[in-house]
C-alpha cells in the first residue's frame, strides 16, 4: 500500500494533469528508484514494466539478431544439436525472431526477456543477446548463496553456504539490516544463524525443482549438469583478487523473484522453520544515474560510442566498449581480438563479482610467475604444483604467456613432479594462450607443433564471402585489421594463406537440420610461431598424466580448447567438483574455436564499405551487445564434426564436502590424494 504522502501526491498530479485536460496518468515508476542505491526487484519492475514497445526498437534488434543469425556458425545445428546434446539444444533461432516479430508484449521489458531467453535457449555462452537497458542494470540479491553438499554417507543435500554470513555481510554492509529485520520471531537479528542450514524446500517444493527452473533459463552450456551447477556459489580466481559468485539463486541480472520462502534446518537444530527472503536489487556498477523514465531510457538504454563498428580505417572504437563489460574476462581493448584471436563466452552478469572470504582464500605462497588471473602454488605435500587459471585473457598478451612459463617452471624449481590446473569458471580468453599452455606443459610433439588446439572452420555465407572478396580484390584491408584477412589464417596443412587468396573458397556445402548451408574448407594453425612468445621448452614441463584439470564444469570456450586437448592428446585426467550425483558431469562446454561480436562484424562490414548491402545488419539504436560463434572448432573424438557437441564427461565427480565447499586448497588437496 501506497504511503499516504506518495497517494496524496498523485491525487494533487492528478488534478493537475486533469486540469491541463491530458488524460490523468500514473506517477512515474523509474523516478520511484531513480538515484538510490537499493531498491525492491517490484520497483525495478515496476519501472521496467512501464515503458512499452517502441515498434522501431524492436524491428531493429529483430534485424540485427537475425543478420548476425548468418556469421554465427551454430544457428543451423542449433535447430536440433546432435546426440548427446539433442534434448539439451533444439532451439530455432530464425524462427523465434519471426514469432517475436508477430507477438505483442506488455512492455518493452516483456519483450526483452523474450529476446534474452531466446538466445540462451541455444545454451551456447557465445551466442548471447544483452541489453544495458535492463541486464545488471540493477542486480536482484539475496544474502544466502547455496551450495551442493554431499555428507559422510554420501547423502547430498542443498545448504545455505557455510560462508553466506561472511560473504553478504562483507559485501553488503548497508543491506545486511534488512535482511536480519527480515526475518521472522527469535531468528530476527540471527541471520548468522543460517548459515550452513539444510535446505529443505525452497517456495515449498524440493530445492531441485528450482535448480531445474533454473537450468531451463540460465544458458551459457549444452549441458544439463553444468545448468544446474550454476545455481550454486562458487569461486574464481580474477586478475584483482579471489573473487566469490553467488550462483543464479542468490544473484539475478534481472528483478525477476520477490522473495525466496526457505524451509530449513539450522546446523544443530532438529525441527524445521520456514522463513521469507526477500530478494534486495542493487544499482549496477556501471548504470549510468537517472531521475525518471526520461532519463533512464536516455542514459542507459539507447545506443552509445562502441555499441556498432566503425571503418577501422578513419575511426577507433572507445577504449571501454559496451560489450566488454559482460565479457567473461578481464577487459580488453576490442582491438585486441584482431591482434590475438579471442574464445570467450558472454554473460549477462559482468564479470567482477564479490569477494571469497579470507578464510577460504588459498593460505599458501603465491610463486613466481603469478600474475592476474594466473597464480601459481606449490601445495603442502612439495610435490604437487597449483595452477590457479581464471581466465585466458590478460591486458598483456605476451607477458602473460611469458609468466605462465616462468610460473611452471617456478614450481619445478621448488620440486613439483605433478601439476593440478584450477580452471573453475574460465571463460576462456586468448585461443593461442590455451595452445601455449597446453605446448609448455606437454613439451613439442606431433599433438603441440605446429598444432597444439583444434583444427577450425567458419562460416561462409553470402556477405561473410563478399567481404573476403573486397579485401583480397580490391585490396581493403592493407594493413591487416580484419578478421576476414587472409593473411590472419591457414590452411589444413598450416600453410598461411596469400594476401588474395580466398580462404572461404572451395565453399563445403552442408544440409544441416534440413537447411542448406556453407561453410569454409578446414582450417590449421594460427597461433605458432607469431602467437607465442618464442621460447617454448624443448621438453615436457610435466608429465600430462601426472596434470589434472579441475573445475566445476563451467570452464568455456579458450578452456575448453586447452581442457579437450589436454584431455584427449595427452591423457590429462578431468575432475568435476560438485554436481548432482546421479547426473553425468560435463569437464567442459561451448567449445566453440573463436568468439566475436556484433562490433566487429559491423566493423567488418563498414571497413570494406558493404554497410549498404542488404544482408548486412543495420546500426544498433538500442544499448544492446550481441555476441557469436564466428569459428567454431573439430573434435578429436570425431574429428570431422564440431567439437561443440561431442561428449566431455569428466574422469572424476569429487563430491562436495563441507571441508572443501568453496576451499581451493582443500579441493586441491584431495584431488591430488585421489588422483595423482
Ligand atoms: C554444532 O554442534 C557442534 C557439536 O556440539 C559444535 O561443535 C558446533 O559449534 C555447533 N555449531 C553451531 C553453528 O552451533
Ligand atoms: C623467484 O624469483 C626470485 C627473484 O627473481 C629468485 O631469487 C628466486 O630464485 C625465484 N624462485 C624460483 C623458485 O624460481
Ligand atoms: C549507402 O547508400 C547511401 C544512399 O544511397 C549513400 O549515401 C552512402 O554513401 C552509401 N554508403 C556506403 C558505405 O556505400
Not at 81 to 95: I, K, R, T
Not at 405 to 418: D, I, P, V, Y
Not at 622 to 638: C, F, H, K, Q, S
Request: glycine share 6%; aromatic share 10%; proline share 7%.
Amino acid at each position: 500500500m501506497s504511503p499516504p504522502h506518495t497517494l496524496l501526491w498523485f491525487v494533487a498530479a492528478s488534478i493537475a494533469v486533469a486540469s491541463a485536460n491530458v488524460a490523468p496518468r500514473a506517477p512515474d515508476a523509474c523516478a520511484a528508484i531513480g538515484g538510490r542505491k537499493w531498491v525492491s526487484p517490484r520497483e525495478v519492475r515496476a519501472c521496467y514494466s512501464s515503458f512499452k514497445v517502441v515498434e522501431a526498437e524492436k524491428a531493429n534488434i529483430i534485424d540485427v539478431i537475425s543478420k548476425m543469425a548468418a556469421f554465427h556458425t551454430s544457428t543451423n545445428y542449433q535447430i536440433r544439436a546432435p546426440e548427446p546434446f539433442a534434448s539439451e539444444v533444439h532451439e530455432d533461432l530464425l524462427g523465434s525472431l519471426e514469432r517475436i516479430k508477430n507477438q505483442r508484449y506488455a512492455s518493452d521489458y516483456e519483450l526483452h526477456i523474450d529476446f534474452s531467453r531466446t538466445l540462451k535457449r541455444l545454451n551456447d555462452g557465445h551466442i548471447a543477446w544483452v541489453n544495458n537497458c535492463y541486464d545488471s542494470l540493477f542486480v536482484n540479491y539475496l544474502p544466502t548463496p547455496l551450495s551442493l553438499i554431499t555428507d559422510a554417507k554420501g547423502i547430498q543435500n542443498v545448504h545455505i553456504a557455510y560462508e553466506a554470513f561472511d560473504v553478504a555481510s562483507a559485501e553488503f554492509p548497508d543491506q545486511i539490516d534488512f535482511w536480519q529485520n527480515a526475518l521472522p520471531g527469535n531468528l530476527k537479528g540471527n541471520l548468522k544463524s543460517l548459515s550452513g542450514a539444510k535446505v529443505l524446500l525452497i517456495n515449498g517444493r524440493p530445492p531441485f525443482d528450482a535448480v531445474h527452473a533454473n537450468a531451463l533459463i540460465t544458458g551459457s552450456y549444452q549441458s544439463y549438469a553444468t545448468r544446474q551447477n550454476s545455481f550454486f556459489s562458487s569461486y574464481r580466481r580474477t586478475a584483482g583478487e579471489w573473487s566469490y559468485i553467488l550462483g543464479n539463486f542468490a544473484q539475478q541480472s534481472l528483478p525477476l523473484d520477490d522473495f525466496a520462502v526457505l524451509t530449513i534446518q539450522r546446523v544443530n537444530q532438529t525441527l524445521p522453520e520456514t522463513i521469507i527472503l526477500p530478494y534486495r536489487s542493487r544499482i549496477g556498477t556501471t548504470a549510468k544515474a537517472f531521475t525518471d523514465t526520461a532519463s533512464w531510457r536516455s542514459n542507459n538504454c539507447v545506443a552509445v560510442d562502441g555499441t556498432n563498428g566503425i571503418d577501422a580505417y578513419s575511426e577507433s572504437l572507445p577504449a571501454d566498449a559496451p560489450v566488454a563489460k559482460f565479457l567473461q574476462q578481464p577487459p580488453l581493448p576490442l582491438d585486441t581480438e584482431r591482434k590475438h584471436g579471442l574464445n570467450v563466452l558472454l554473460d549477462a552478469a559482468p564479470w567482477l563479482d564479490v569477494t571469497l572470504p579470507p578464510t577460504l582464500q588459498p593460505g599458501l605462497v603465491a610463486v613466481n610467475g603469478s600474475y592476474n588471473s594466473a597464480q601459481f602454488y606449490l601445495a603442502k605435500d612439495g610435490k604437487t604444483g597449483v595452477l590457479a587459471l581464471g581466465s585466458f585473457s590478460d591486458t598483456q598478451y605476451f607477458t602473460f604467456l611469458r609468466t605462465l612459463l616462468e610460473g611452471l617452471q617456478s614450481l619445478k624449481a621448488l620440486g613439483a613432479t605433478q601439476l593440478i590446473v584450477d580452471v573453475t569458471n574460465n571463460g576462456g580468453g586468448f585461443i593461442c594462450a590455451a595452445h601455449w599452455l597446453h605446448r609448455i606443459i606437454a613439451g613439442p610433439k606431433s599433438t603441440t607443433v605446429p598444432q597444439a588446439g583444434l583444427d577450425t572452420k567458419a562460416r561462409a555465407g553470402p556477405l561473410a564471402r563478399t567481404i573476403v572478396d573486397e579485401i583480397i580484390s580490391k585490396n581493403k584491408d592493407p594493413i591487416v585489421q580484419l578478421l576476414y584477412n587472409p593473411l590472419n589464417w591457414r590452411d589444413a596443412s598450416n600453410t598461411p594463406f596469400t594476401a588474395d587468396a580466398d580462404w572461404l573458397e572451395p565453399i563445403v556445402p552442408l544440409t544441416i537440420n534440413g537447411r542448406e548451408d556453407a561453410f569454409s574448407p578446414r582450417l590449421g594453425n594460427e597461433c605458432q610461431p607469431e602467437g607465442f612468445p618464442g621460447d617454448a621448452p624443448s621438453e615436457a614441463l610435466f608429465d600430462p598424466k601426472k596434470v589434472v584439470i579441475v573445475s566445476n564444469g563451467r570452464c568455456g570456450s579458450s578452456c575448453s580448447l586447452f581442457s579437450i586437448s589436454m584431455s584427449k592428446y595427452e591423457g590429462t585426467k578431468t575432475v568435476v567438483v560438485g554436481g548432482k550425483s546421479d547426473v553425468q558431469q560435463i569437464y567442459c562446454g561451448v567449445v566453440g574455436g573463436q568468439s566475436t561480436n556484433f562490433v566487429t562484424i559491423d566493423t567488418e562490414i563498414k571497413t570494406t564499405g558493404l554497410k549498404n548491402n542488404t544482408l548486412a545488419p543495420p546500426d544498433l539504436i538500442v544499448n544492446g551487445v550481441m555476441g557469436i560463434t564466428w569459428r567454431l572448432a573439430y573434435g578429436v573424438d570425431e574429428p570431422n564434426e564440431p567439437a561443440e557437441w561431442q561428449y566431455f564427461p569428466a574422469d572424476l565427480n569429487l563430491p562436495v564436502t563441507p571441508a572443501l565447499a568453496n576451499n581451493p586448497v582443500a579441493i586441491w588437496e584431495e584431488v591430488a590424494r585421489r588422483l595423482l
